[in-house]
């Protein structure tokens, strides 16, 4: 089993619609957890961070965490074709050391 | 632009020969990671410095690799004997760690190798 797992894609979305991407982590002693955006060709961008369980919201983009099923979501409101791009979920899987990333989701928004 | 920049960020070499990389994080930061990226798949770690020690290495990462951080400021990582399998992207990121859990992560450009 994967430390991250992220469905592959591409999700694809209307303009103007709710767009969910999931991940989960196999191990629970995980701290943080960040969602980042990549476009093709450039380095991850990051989104937001969440540390507890529960819901973080900045602008249109939400981020939910529950510990105890092992998975982070990232929820965009209002999808713009310019949200089209890969997601990156990234876990600390050992407290205060380094950071897995999972494969990404493909995001596309329709126009 | 984050404020980690990298060096360069193209390189193509012949397989055998050795390259080296710089990366100059954000210049508060403590933390400098490098990692791999390959098409389609997210980053994967290679090593971290905090300060000028480097606190840990992946045990997928092969000896041809390392890395180093002298001052506590820019990193490099050079690879020995390149091989083709060593294309990809190479990224640098670097973070504040002003607590145990791990903070975030600002990424470089990035360094795309092609090995001929």
């Known amino acids: 089993q994967k430390e991250v797992e992220q469905n592959s894609g591409p999700l694809s979305v209307p303009e103007g619609a709710i767009a969910s991407l999931n991940c989960t982590y196999s191990d629970r002693g995980s701290q943080s957890f960040f969602w980042y955006r990549q476009y093709s060709g450039k380095s991850p961008e990051l989104i937001m961070f969440i540390y507890s369980n529960g819901d973080k919201e900045d602008g249109r983009f939400t981020a939910q965490l529950n510990k105890a099923s092992q998975y982070v979501s990232l929820l965009i409101r209002d999808s713009q074709p310019s949200d089209s791009a890969t997601y990156l979920c990234?876990?600390?899987?050992?407290?205060?050391?380094?950071?897995?990333f999972g494969p990404g989701t493909r995001l596309s928004v329709l126009p | 632009d984050t404020g980690v920049s990298q060096d360069p960020r193209h390189k193509i070499t012949k397989r055998g020969q050795n390259v080296t990389f710089r990366c100059d994080p954000i210049s508060e930061h403590n933390r400098l990671y490098w990692y791999r990226q390959t098409l389609g798949q997210g980053p994967e770690f290679l090593t971290y410095f905090q300060n000028e020690a480097q606190l840990e290495k992946s045990r997928l990462l092969s000896d041809r690799f390392s890395a180093e951080r002298p001052k506590g400021s820019f990193s490099t990582l050079e690879i020995q004997r390149t091989e083709q399998g060593d294309s990809a992207m190479y990224l640098c990121?670097?973070?504040?760690?002003?607590?145990?859990?791990?903070?975030?992560?600002?990424f470089g450009p990035g360094t795309r190798l092609t090995v001929l």
């Open positions: 990234a876990v600390n899987v050992h407290y205060g050391q380094n950071f897995v």
């Open positions: 990121a670097s973070s504040l760690e002003v607590r145990i859990s791990a903070s975030e992560q600002f």
